[in-house]
């Protein structure tokens, strides 16, 4: 192998590590954002909006979403039984 091969492969070699490094820095990214409890892509949130969704109306039409379930249970003059 000449000089000239072995920095060729070198300069190969370096940017296939490059790039495998930014794919597994998005990667973990994205997996940490799928199990981050405060961000609305999180696997929780999501998977309990599909569910909702379905039932809610038998749809999916993105027709419910937890933020938007706990805000109604939590402002809604819902009368629970409770004097206030
Ligand atoms: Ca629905």
Do not use: R
Not at 27 to 40: G, K, M, R, Y
Not at 62 to 77: K, P
């Amino acid at each position: 192998m000449s000089d000239k091969q072995f920095y060729i492969l070198l300069g190969l070699g370096a940017f296939v590590a490059y790039s495998i490094a930014i794919k597994a820095k998005a990667a973990a990214s994205s997996l940490a954002e799928s199990v981050d409890p405060t961000s609305s892509n999180n696997i929780f949130y999501s998977g309990v909006n599909a569910i909702g969704d379905l039932l809610d109306d038998g749809q999916s039409d993105d027709s419910f979403s937890l933020g938007g379930w706990l805000y109604d249970i939590t402002h809604d003059d819902i009368d629970l039984g409770v004097v206030q």
